[in-house]
């Protein structure tokens, strides 16, 4: 079956100090990846997503980015995070486009 | 994508049937709708999904009204696990979409003893 990590799973991080966050899938191939951030008291928003190896589109102007090395790893970057970078982020993954996305536990960010 | 509008938050008694209404009123042809919940600090989890049939798995049954401007999701059998917040979510295929699923607010489900 198909199984999805991301880590760490908490992190505080200082402003102005860069990120990496990942996230693999286990148990299929070529899969649509998807990352999301979920703001205090709000509703998840797509950040990025990929349907391919070095594709990364983005939804929203941000200080984040997006790379996919490998078919099933997905890296959520930034060079200097910010105080509006705090979050929840969610990274997930699908068989294609007309297919459910599933879930990752999620890292919850904070800055400080 | 079509916007849904759901109920803030709702009240059911565990062991009842819990009946979650979602309107999305300008949803379009090539547009499915989705349930997910999330239970407090865990992703979302996929729930059921549907484009003009009633449908039904294992977790719940989801049922569309004839012209698609509304659906319920049914959890036949509530209990206190299942206090979530639950999105309702239209969900374009096909085109340059790339199936990206757009999450509003939810409906806050509280499982009551």
């Known amino acids: 079956s198909q199984t999805i990590h991301q880590w760490p799973a908490t992190l505080v991080q200082p402003v102005g100090s860069p990120l990496s966050l990942e996230c693999t899938v286990e148990?299929?191939?070529?899969?649509?990846l998807y990352w999301y951030r979920q703001a205090a008291g709000r509703g998840l928003q797509l950040l990025f997503y990929?349907?391919?190896?070095?594709?990364i589109s983005s939804e929203v102007p941000q200080n984040l980015s997006a790379s996919r090395p490998q078919d099933r790893q997905f890296i959520l970057s930034s060079k200097k995070l910010l105080l509006s970078d705090s979050g929840f982020y969610l990274c997930?993954?699908?068989?294609?486009?007309?297919?459910?996305?599933?879930f990752g536990d999620g890292t919850r960010l904070s800055i400080l | 994508d079509a916007k849904t509008t759901q109920p803030t938050s709702m009240d059911c008694a565990e062991g009842r049937a819990a009946n979650l209404p979602c309107n999305h009123s300008?949803?379009?042809?090539?547009?499915?709708v989705y349930w997910y919940r999330q239970i407090h600090s865990q992703g979302p989890q996929y729930i059921i999904h549907?484009?003009?049939n009633n449908e039904t798995n294992e977790m719940a049954s989801l049922i569309i009204t004839e012209d698609r401007k509304s659906s319920t999701l049914i959890l036949p059998h509530a209990t206190l696990r299942d206090t979530a917040v639950y999105y309702c979510?239209?969900?374009?295929?096909?085109?340059?979409?790339?199936?990206?699923?757009?999450f509003g607010q939810g409906t806050i489900l509280t499982v009551h003893p």
């Open positions: 997930a993954w699908s068989v294609n486009e007309y297919q459910p996305q599933h």
């Open positions: 148990g299929t191939s070529n899969p649509n």
């Open positions: 990929s349907v391919g190896i070095g594709q």
């Open positions: 300008t949803i379009s042809g090539n547009e499915y």
């Open positions: 549907g484009l003009k």
């Open positions: 979510i239209v969900r374009k295929v096909g085109g340059t979409s790339y199936g990206k699923l757009t």
